[in-house]
Nanobody, 117 residues
Framework: QVQLVESGGGLVQAGGSLRLSCVAS????????MGWYRQAPGKRRELVAV???????NYADSVKGRFTISRDNDKNTVYLQMNSLKPEDTAVYYC???????????WGQGTQVTVSS
């Protein structure tokens, strides 16, 4: 079992920055990929960015060049630095931990990010 706790969400004006953090606990040695997804009202949950244990990354086209994902394996923590935020980035951001032989997905409780215009 893996538990994930996000922090760092909030309200920011367009053009501003926020940094999200997600700390994993439990069977952390089994975690392969970590990352972030988001879900806006009335929309499906979508990929923001993911990072492998060795640091390979993948970003949604909509955030490339603005968001940076990083990971500290010693602290079992994944970060999302979000710059040049836009109103369309407003969503609940969920931390993902993909673990085990069969890549089971664990999710955090979500943190709200609101970008005002």
């Amino acid at each position: 079992q893996v538990q994930l706790v996000e922090s760092g969400g909030g309200l920011v004006q367009a053009g501003g920055s926020l940094r999200l953090s997600c700390v994993a606990s439990g069977s952390t040695s089994s975690i392969n990929t970590m990352g972030w997804y988001r879900q806006a009202p009335g929309k499906r949950r979508e990929l923001v960015a993911v990072i492998s244990r060795v640091g390979s990354t993948n970003y949604a086209d909509s955030v490339k060049g603005r968001f940076t994902i990083s990971r500290d394996n010693d602290k079992n923590t994944v970060y999302l630095q979000m710059n040049s935020l836009k109103p369309e980035d407003t969503a609940v951001y969920y931390c993902l931990g993909r673990a085990g032989r069969y890549d089971y997905d664990y999710w955090g409780q979500g943190t709200q990010v609101t970008v005002s215009s």
